[in-house]
């Protein structure tokens, strides 16, 4: 017990519990950890990874779903500040912010898994077949299993509705055979009671209702798919080995059809939102299955084509033009079968009716809230909306109703992995606010053993082949590459593995390590973009410095391009495996080195998000320097008038900004400007103009958050007429004294000007929610207006669907248009709009009193402080994140973070939520004090150097300087700065720069191994 005096409140725990083991709530645990907190994670099923884990393949990225998630599945099993608790659920939570008990039930998994060392055997041996719930049901497994190979923990479990001896006190034979002694059938439910300081709840997504899917056919007829099981056929891990055939009759088909909106804006099952992510994810999938039939017939039915997620309009764009889907706009039609085939009709927008027939019907299902989320609402005491989410405020989009619990993910509302992933880090730097007094008591340091010396020792290189299911191993020969690595000289072991990224084989490869003596690893399998820290880990746990490692990328160079050259991509993988072998031979041990972080953060940008990640990072406990150029804060949200719910937003937002002037933590300089940058993470030096003079900040991280601008249209005859608007004109005179002009009966709204080929290529995300928004608007001051929008897709996303059904039903007309046949205005006295309607199939026009236009975000000039931090933009001048999935609000430099509009288009809740992630994610170097930066840095030898510059200047991250040695000029490295590009290696005249890991000798013998 802590002592306190009367009137001193108790401390805070140390500890946060996260609900959930999905993408969201792994990603949460780790911040926590990193944040300095001890994490409970209590996952109900029997392993993390939740419905990422079952994915083929992410989109537009084209990874591996499993592979790039099993990095940081490993890496929450390895967090000694972690506690993974696996079928376990929150049964009460009681106390106050800070300082809360939950009782959490752990339910038997009659496997102890501090003993299992997933050898498999009790599946081998058990009698009891299942069907398997992991692949959909579509196939079978059995009672003793465990769900897939790179399950966290990987521990095998006892399905306790099919066990025999569980129901029947028969068989148990698992027992006999388990070598460890691992099978526990006396197990019992356990009842934890844990303190915690705050709450996360991430449990996910539900399943659609199978009487919604019975509708369209499924469970009726063997060929109608659900999204997930049709994701499980084409997965290489999945039931049919990646293979997509007819269930009806095992053929492969050749005319498949994606219906969307399955269980989403349909008022017949109560669901009247969009899930936000179906039309993406429909389209991932029928590109991945025209990878593996391309003459199959594709068509996709859509109601509205919401891909309005960062480049995925583009996306979306090329995935049709270069695989020629045929896309049908129409209501989910109807599916009938007769013999071996699927009859679908549907009318279209014209009115016209269809009918024809396909091998495979697969049903785009939405996501609803989880099973459970009334006991889980009770257990927590927090309120859930209409669906069965959690109830938020839009401006507190991750605070549930009860202060202290946290949401994240799917569970606040239907959205995607980056968002999902977003809300994780956002939801762990704002449950942790109040507890950071008690950041650090609770928590371990991981520890290594000491490094092996193996100077002077001859190389012995251990060599690892990844099947990666079929990824690598339906098309490469990989016991063929197996056995070719061990007649490579100096290699002294060879095997090959399933999953080289599964928490059991990073154990095996650490054991193989120690019994053989390896000095060099090698390892053949995925993108060392993704898994490379994974494997280097597991060297430092065996004893190795993490530097003699290489990888050689055979799925990426080998599998994946040479899919139809089965032989050749073997050859081609042995290559990379001689390569890898020579050029591991000559890796010596890089040493590490610890800096210290100076404890303050800069933000730049004093508009919403700004505003938000500083308040965010000074909560922390850290003090925070934020720049605005201009004189007030707020940036261009306060040029909104009113949000979706009738508040006027200008008021949280000025409230925000007095928070902030009000706040100890916080230095704020108006009117200033970022002029020049020097230094690297834990130790940026940053010159800001201001009106006194210029300003110098010593910061350890920073946050762009720079803002956007509303695109000016050049079309539909925008100034010249007084009554043709933009939405942002449109707000401002609906909150002044005289909304409307005198005697007005007619609106015409446009949508996507400027947007999605014209100026802007892609989706500004908004202004179908803001043009509905103000449509409703309108028609409360005056019912009789007809309002009119004129629209490509409405993408009213998530809970904005409820806004756009209100509209339609409040007689706003809604018409689709064709990009190449756009309205045509004509400016008169008042404006004219002709356009095309699909249904009287004819031209129409209207005089409207007042033209609105919708028009989009565009960057606001981003470039300078992109060279002075020397990140990357998008072609559209975004600032590009490191990882579109996994670090949505990181960038390339290490320290350096994003978030709102800077990043790309979104709305005032996901403007919040980005920028309490890029808040919390600046914060943990902050909380850790010191850094560890990566040790592939450049080194000059100075000898060879003869202090001419080049790589000085040449330089892009200014991690060179020269100095003065006896009166003679050298150059050297700093190494926190420096990010491994190479540039100044090979602009060096003398060849005195090397880089760690790519020497100059190392690369000359990858070269040389080539053509031996």
Same mark, same amino acid.
């Given at each position: 017990?802590?002592?306190?005096?009367?009137?001193?409140?108790?401390?805070?725990?140390?500890?946060?519990?996260?609900?959930?083991?999905?993408?969201?709530?792994?990603?949460?645990?780790?911040?926590?950890?990193?944040?300095?907190?001890?994490v409970y994670l209590v996952e109900k099923s029997t392993a993390i990874g939740g419905i990422m884990a079952r994915l083929d393949k992410t989109f537009p990225t084209n990874d591996c779903s499993l592979c790039i998630l099993a990095p940081k599945l490993v890496e929450t099993g390895r967090d000694p500040n972690i506690d993974i608790l696996t079928k376990a659920e929150l049964v009460s939570l009681h106390g106050e912010p800070g300082r809360f008990t939950a009782r959490v039930r752990k339910r038997p998994r009659y496997i102890d898994e501090t003993v299992c060392n997933g050898c498999g055997q009790c599946t081998q041996y058990c009698?009891?077949?299942?069907?398997?719930?992991?692949?959909?049901?579509?196939?079978?497994?059995?009672?003793?299993?465990?769900?897939?190979?790179?399950? @966290?923990?990987?521990?095998?479990?006892?399905?306790?509705?099919?066990?025999?001896? *569980?129901?029947?006190?028969?068989?148990?034979?698992?027992?006999?055979?388990?070598?460890?002694?691992?099978?526990?059938?006396?197990?019992?439910?356990?009842?934890?009671? *844990?303190?915690?300081?705050?709450?996360?709840?991430?449990?996910?997504?539900? !399943?659609?209702?199978?009487?919604?899917?019975?509708?369209?056919?499924?469970?009726?007829?063997?060929?109608?798919?659900?999204?997930?099981?049709?994701?499980?056929?084409?997965?290489?891990?999945?039931?049919?080995?990646?293979?997509?055939?007819?269930?009806?009759?095992?053929? /492969?088909?050749?005319?498949?059809?994606?219906?969307?909106?399955?269980?989403? $804006?349909?008022?017949?099952?109560?669901?009247?939102?969009?899930?936000?992510?179906?039309?993406?994810?429909?389209?991932?999938?029928?590109?991945?299955?025209?990878?593996?039939?391309?003459?199959?017939?594709?068509?996709?039915?859509?109601?509205?084509?919401?891909?309005h997620g960062k480049g995925f309009d583009a996306a979306r764009e090329r995935a049709i033009a270069e695989n020629g889907f045929r896309v049908v706009y129409a209501r989910p039609p109807r599916v009938e079968g007769a013999g071996d085939r699927l009859f679908l009709s549907w009318t279209d927008e014209a009115g016209a009716s269809h009918c024809e027939d396909f091998d495979i019907v697969v049903l785009s299902q939405g996501l609803e809230a989880p099973d459970d989320a009334e006991p889980l609402a009770e257990a927590a005491g927090i309120a859930l909306n209409r669906y069965h989410f959690a109830a938020t405020d839009p401006y507190? %989009?991750?605070?549930?109703?009860?202060?202290?619990? &946290?949401?994240?993910?799917?569970?606040?509302?239907?959205?995607?992995?980056?968002?999902?992933? =977003?809300?994780?880090?956002?939801?762990?730097?704002?449950?942790?606010?109040?507890?950071?007094?008690?950041?650090?008591?609770? =928590?371990? =340091?991981?520890?290594?053993?000491?490094?092996?010396?193996?100077?002077?020792? %001859? %190389?012995?290189?251990?060599?690892?082949?990844?099947?990666?299911?079929?990824?690598?191993?339906?098309?490469?020969?990989?016991?063929?590459?197996?056995?070719?690595?061990?007649?490579?000289?100096?290699?002294?072991?060879?095997?090959?593995?399933?999953?080289?990224?599964?928490?059991? =084989?990073? $154990?095996?490869?650490?054991?193989?390590?120690? #019994?053989?003596?390896?000095?060099?690893?090698?390892?053949?399998?995925?993108?060392? $973009?993704?898994?490379?820290?994974?494997?280097?880990?597991?060297?430092?746990?065996?004893?190795?410095?993490?530097?003699?490692?290489?990888?050689?990328?055979?799925?990426?160079?080998?599998?994946?391009? /040479?899919?139809?050259?089965?032989?050749?991509?073997?050859?081609?993988?042995?290559?990379?495996?001689?390569?890898?072998?020579?050029?591991?031979?000559?890796?010596?041990?890089?040493?590490?080195?610890?800096?210290?972080?100076?404890?303050?953060?800069?933000?730049?940008?004093?508009?919403?998000?700004?505003?938000?990640?500083?308040?965010?990072?000074?909560?922390?406990?850290?003090?925070?320097?934020?720049?605005? #150029?201009?004189?007030?804060?707020?940036?261009?949200?306060?040029?909104?008038?009113?949000?979706?719910?009738?508040?006027?937003?200008?008021?949280?937002? !000025?409230?925000?900004?007095?928070?902030?002037? #009000?706040?100890?933590?916080?230095?704020?300089?108006?009117?200033?400007?970022?002029?020049?940058?020097?230094?690297?993470?834990?130790?940026?030096?940053?010159?800001?103009?201001?009106?006194?003079?210029?300003?110098?900040?010593?910061?350890?991280?920073? @946050?762009?958050?720079?803002?956007?601008?509303?695109?000016?249209?050049?079309?539909?005859? &925008?100034?010249?007429?007084?009554?043709?608007?933009?939405?942002?004109?449109?707000?401002?005179?609906?909150?002044?004294?005289?909304?409307?002009?005198?005697?007005? $009966?007619?609106?015409?709204?446009?949508?996507?000007?400027?947007?999605?080929?014209?100026?802007? %290529?892609?989706?500004?995300?908004?202004?179908?929610?803001?043009?509905?928004?103000?449509?409703?608007?309108?028609?409360? +001051?005056?019912?009789?207006?007809?309002?009119?929008?004129?629209?490509?897709?409405?993408?009213?996303?998530?809970?904005?669907?409820?806004?756009?059904?209100?509209? #339609?039903?409040?007689?706003?007309?809604?018409?689709?248009?064709?990009?190449?046949?756009?309205?045509?205005?004509?400016?008169?006295?008042?404006?004219?709009?002709?356009?095309?309607?699909?249904?009287?199939?004819?031209?129409?026009?209207?005089?409207?009193?007042? +033209?609105?236009?919708?028009?989009?975000?565009?960057?606001?000039?981003?470039?300078? *402080?992109?060279?002075?931090?020397?990140?990357?933009?998008?072609?559209?001048?975004?600032?590009?994140?490191?990882?579109?999935?996994?670090?949505?609000?990181?960038?390339?430099?290490?320290?350096?973070?994003?978030?709102?509009?800077?990043?790309?288009?979104?709305?005032?809740?996901?403007?919040?939520?980005?920028?309490?992630?890029?808040?919390?994610?600046?914060?943990?170097?902050?909380?850790?004090?010191?850094?560890?930066?990566?040790?592939?840095?450049?080194?000059?030898?100075?000898?060879?150097?003869?202090?001419?510059?080049?790589?000085?200047?040449?330089?892009?991250?200014?991690?060179?300087?020269?100095?003065?040695?006896?009166?003679?000029?050298?150059?050297?490295?700093?190494?926190?700065?420096?990010k491994g590009c190479g540039i100044c290696a090979s602009r060096c005249p003398t060849l005195a720069i090397d880089m760690g890991r790519f020497t100059y000798e190392g690369i000359m013998a990858q070269i040389h191994a080539l053509r031996p």
């Amino acid at each position: 017990m802590n002592a306190q005096t009367p009137n001193q409140a108790p401390s805070p725990i140390g500890a946060v519990m996260v609900v959930g083991g999905g993408v969201a709530g792994v990603q949460a645990a780790l911040d926590l950890s990193a944040l300095g907190y001890k994490v409970y994670l209590v996952e109900k099923s029997t392993a993390i990874g939740g419905i990422m884990a079952r994915l083929d393949k992410t989109f537009p990225t084209n990874d591996c779903s499993l592979c790039i998630l099993a990095p940081k599945l490993v890496e929450t099993g390895r967090d000694p500040n972690i506690d993974i608790l696996t079928k376990a659920e929150l049964v009460s939570l009681h106390g106050e912010p800070g300082r809360f008990t939950a009782r959490v039930r752990k339910r038997p998994r009659y496997i102890d898994e501090t003993v299992c060392n997933g050898c498999g055997q009790c599946t081998q041996y058990c009698i009891r077949i299942v069907r398997d719930g992991y692949n959909e049901n579509l196939c079978t497994t059995h009672a003793a299993r465990i769900d897939f190979s790179q399950a @966290v923990p990987t521990s095998y479990h006892i399905d306790p509705e099919a066990c025999l001896r *569980l129901n029947h006190q028969t068989c148990g034979l698992c027992a006999v055979v388990c070598r460890t002694g691992a099978i526990r059938f006396d197990q019992q439910e356990e009842v934890l009671d *844990l303190e915690v300081g705050a709450v996360i709840l991430a449990p996910g997504f539900g !399943r659609v209702d199978t009487e919604v899917l019975g509708a369209y056919g499924w469970g009726r007829y063997d060929d109608v798919l659900t999204a997930l099981e049709f994701e499980r056929l084409m997965c290489a891990s999945g039931p049919t080995g990646g293979e997509i055939v007819r269930i009806s009759n095992g053929r /492969h088909p050749k005319k498949i059809a994606f219906l969307q909106c399955i269980g989403s $804006r349909d008022s017949r099952c109560h669901n009247g939102y969009c899930s936000s992510v179906c039309c993406m994810y429909a389209i991932k999938q029928a590109t991945l299955a025209r990878e593996h039939d391309p003459e199959a017939a594709i068509t996709l039915f859509f109601m509205d084509i919401r891909t309005h997620g960062k480049g995925f309009d583009a996306a979306r764009e090329r995935a049709i033009a270069e695989n020629g889907f045929r896309v049908v706009y129409a209501r989910p039609p109807r599916v009938e079968g007769a013999g071996d085939r699927l009859f679908l009709s549907w009318t279209d927008e014209a009115g016209a009716s269809h009918c024809e027939d396909f091998d495979i019907v697969v049903l785009s299902q939405g996501l609803e809230a989880p099973d459970d989320a009334e006991p889980l609402a009770e257990a927590a005491g927090i309120a859930l909306n209409r669906y069965h989410f959690a109830a938020t405020d839009p401006y507190a %989009p991750l605070a549930t109703t009860r202060p202290g619990v &946290y949401v994240a993910g799917a569970f606040q509302g239907p959205k995607d992995i980056p968002d999902s992933v =977003t809300q994780a880090s956002g939801a762990a730097g704002i449950a942790t606010a109040r507890l950071a007094p008690a950041r650090g008591r609770l =928590t371990t =340091t991981a520890t290594f053993p000491a490094e092996r010396e193996v100077a002077g020792e %001859p %190389p012995r290189v251990g060599v690892f082949v990844c099947h990666c299911g079929i990824n690598i191993g339906g098309v490469v020969d990989v016991p063929a590459v197996r056995d070719y690595a061990r007649t490579l000289p100096n290699v002294v072991h060879a095997s090959d593995n399933l999953y080289s990224c599964s928490q059991d =084989t990073q $154990r095996h490869m650490a054991d193989v390590i120690r #019994r053989h003596g390896l000095n060099r690893v090698v390892v053949a399998a995925c993108t060392p $973009r993704t898994h490379e820290p994974l494997f280097q880990a597991t060297l430092r746990e065996a004893g190795l410095n993490r530097a003699l490692f290489e990888m050689a990328n055979i799925r990426d160079q080998c599998s994946w391009v /040479h899919m139809h050259e089965r032989e050749a991509a073997t050859e081609k993988a042995k290559d990379l495996v001689r390569m890898a072998v020579a050029k591991a031979c000559r890796l010596t041990p890089l040493g590490e080195q610890e800096l210290p972080v100076i404890p303050r953060a800069l933000v730049i940008g004093g508009g919403l998000a700004g505003l938000t990640a500083a308040l965010t990072i000074a909560e922390q406990g850290f003090v925070c320097t934020l720049v605005e #150029r201009e004189q007030r804060l707020g940036g261009r949200a306060l040029l909104l008038s009113q949000d979706r719910f009738g508040t006027d937003p200008r008021k949280a937002i !000025r409230e925000l900004a007095r928070r902030v002037r #009000r706040h100890p933590r916080i230095t704020v300089l108006t009117g200033a400007k970022v002029s020049a940058v020097s230094g690297h993470v834990g130790r940026f030096t940053t010159t800001v103009d201001t009106r006194r003079g210029q300003e110098t900040v010593e910061h350890g991280v920073v @946050v762009l958050a720079t803002g956007g601008r509303p695109h000016v249209p050049k079309r539909f005859g &925008y100034g010249a007429s007084p009554r043709i608007l933009t939405q942002i004109d449109l707000e401002k005179r609906l909150a002044g004294s005289r909304p409307l002009p005198a005697r007005c $009966r007619q609106v015409v709204m446009i949508q996507c000007v400027g947007s999605r080929g014209d100026d802007l %290529p892609y989706c500004s995300r908004v202004c179908c929610g803001q043009a509905v928004k103000n449509a409703l608007r309108l028609k409360a +001051l005056a019912p009789e207006i007809q309002v009119t929008i004129l629209y490509r897709d409405m993408r009213t996303y998530g809970f904005m669907e409820d806004a756009y059904r209100t509209a #339609r039903e409040q007689g706003v007309i809604f018409t689709r248009y064709q990009p190449e046949r756009p309205p045509q205005v004509r400016v008169l006295a008042r404006p004219t709009v002709t356009y095309f309607d699909p249904i009287l199939g004819r031209d129409v026009e209207r005089t409207a009193d007042l +033209l609105v236009l919708s028009t989009g975000i565009e960057a606001d000039d981003p470039t300078g *402080l992109a060279r002075l931090f020397k990140v990357p933009l998008t072609a559209e001048g975004f600032f590009l994140e490191a990882h579109v999935k996994l670090r949505p609000v990181d960038l390339a430099v290490d320290g350096v973070f994003v978030c709102g509009l800077a990043h790309g288009p979104k709305n005032m809740e996901e403007t919040i939520a980005q920028a309490q992630a890029a808040g919390a994610r600046a914060c943990q170097p902050l909380a850790g004090g010191r850094i560890t930066p990566e040790p592939i840095v450049s080194s000059v030898d100075p000898e060879r150097c003869i202090g001419c510059g080049a790589c000085e200047s040449f330089c892009p991250y200014k991690a060179i300087e020269l100095y003065r040695e006896d009166k003679v000029r050298k150059a050297r490295v700093i190494a926190a700065a420096c990010k491994g590009c190479g540039i100044c290696a090979s602009r060096c005249p003398t060849l005195a720069i090397d880089m760690g890991r790519f020497t100059y000798e190392g690369i000359m013998a990858q070269i040389h191994a080539l053509r031996p």
